[in-house]
């Protein structure tokens, strides 16, 4: 038993060296984005219900670090702000199956090819279900949008509090948001490489379309973040599951979770989460043939061999950014629960008039949201999201709790009434 934790451990810190310096690369752009990209000016280019706005929203959407929870919050403000269903789609579609930082640690830990092929197919993918959205529906009621909506919360700070904006977003806001996903990711991965035997797919799952099928179909339902789904496929392709296969986990796991797929129908209609889903299963299986069937197997096979057994950079960079990305990622994980302790024990703290349950919330795009609509609301004062506990605090005179509810749900998030 202590040998098997042992063999968990090595192989948990092996891929983890691997891709620590790629990941603070990839938070670091993701800040980087997050400051300096015109939110404000991004519904003039998604307003129209044609396909320029679709293929804008996918050039949005790849780059940006969301995960696909984090991404409804933004997709359907874009939609409520002006952007079309079909450019709300395409967003949605684009943006949780990549961005900088899982590009990057694709490249780290399964080669060039998965890291060129990745963002193509959520470009392509975002495209297709944007298209289609506009085609099966289209009722036009984009909205156009007011000055008092324009995000211009950046353009009063001086360069130096932007810089110190990128760096809190990159390397606290943003890791908070993956940190426990990733790290169950990096578990499941060790998991995967310790006890599952090298014959198994061989031997009971060799043939590659029973592989993409039963990814696909595990993959849907489940969530798991961009990030963190790179080294479970790379442990996958290890145990010698097809190259094909391990792509449609990377596409379909990322871009979908049942809360997502909930949200989406409630927001955006019917047809458009048809779209939507039909768009990531369909490209989903479409890219996992074309690299099972056209593409030389060893850019794949080749490339997860040579990264795993030679390091690129310099064995004091992957240790010196492995301790650092450990000691970020474990104040990730406990900096919420250390906030609300803190928070409990300020005597000085004002009590809030009235709490409320709001199911959905998952990450900080989720609570900057929440907060900033309800503070929206004419009497309200303070708004406090609290993630641990999914509650939703309001300092505020002469409001209902339907005003407090409608606002939830136009957002995409679930009410569940007071606390």
Request: aromatic content about 10%.
């Amino acid at each position: 038993m202590l040998g098997i934790a042992n063999e968990l451990i090595e192989a948990f810190w092996e891929l983890f060296k691997e891709m620590a310096p790629y990941l603070l690369l990839g938070f670091l752009l993701a800040g980087v984005l997050h400051v300096f990209f015109p939110k404000d000016k991004v519904s003039k280019y998604l307003g129209k219900n044609n396909l320029r706005s679709v293929i804008n929203a996918a050039l949005v959407g790849v780059p940006l670090p969301l995960c696909s929870c984090g991404v409804i919050p933004t997709g359907v403000s874009f939609h409520k702000n002006g952007a079309s269903k079909g450019a709300a789609v395409s967003f949605l579609i684009s943006t949780p199956q990549t961005g900088v930082d899982s590009i990057l640690v694709t490249y780290s830990l399964m080669g060039l090819p998965f890291a060129i092929i990745r963002p193509i197919a959520a470009f392509i993918t975002g495209i297709v279900g944007g298209a289609f959205t506009n085609r099966v529906d289209d009722k036009i009621d984009v909205k156009e949008v007011s000055d008092q909506d324009s995000n211009n919360d950046n353009v009063q700070l001086s360069f130096g509090e932007k810089i110190l904006k990128m760096l809190r977003y990159a390397f606290i806001d943003f890791l908070q948001d993956i940190a426990k996903w990733l790290l169950i990711g990096l578990a499941i991965a060790a998991l995967i490489t310790v006890l599952i035997p090298d014959s198994l797919f061989e031997q009971y799952l060799s043939n590659p379309y029973l592989n993409m099928i039963l990814i696909l179909v595990a993959s849907v339902p489940m969530y798991v973040c961009a990030t963190g789904s790179i080294p479970i496929a790379t442990a996958l392709m290890l145990k010698g599951i097809s190259p094909g296969a391990a792509f449609v986990f990377l596409m379909a796991g990322p871009a979908t979770n049942a809360g997502t797929i909930t949200v989406i129908g409630q927001s955006l209609g019917k047809k458009a989460l048809i779209t939507y889903l039909a768009s990531i299963i369909g490209g989903a299986f479409l890219f996992g043939v074309i690299i099972n069937e056209f593409l030389p197997t060893v850019w794949f096979t080749g490339m997860i061999n040579t990264v795993h057994h030679h390091h690129f950079l310099p064995v004091w960079l992957e240790l010196g950014s492995s301790w650092v990305l450990l000691a970020l990622l474990i104040y990730g994980v406990i900096s919420p629960y250390l906030n609300r302790m803190i928070q409990k024990s300020n005597k000085k703290q004002v009590e809030m008039e009235l709490k409320y349950h709001v199911n959905g919330m998952t990450c900080n795009h989720c609570k900057a949201s929440v907060e900033k609509n309800l503070q929206k609301i004419e009497g309200v004062k303070s708004v406090e999201v609290d993630l641990v506990s999914k509650t939703v605090s309001v300092d505020a005179e002469g409001i209902t709790d339907s005003q407090v509810e409608h606002t939830i749900n136009e957002l995409g998030f679930e009410f569940g009434g007071k606390a």
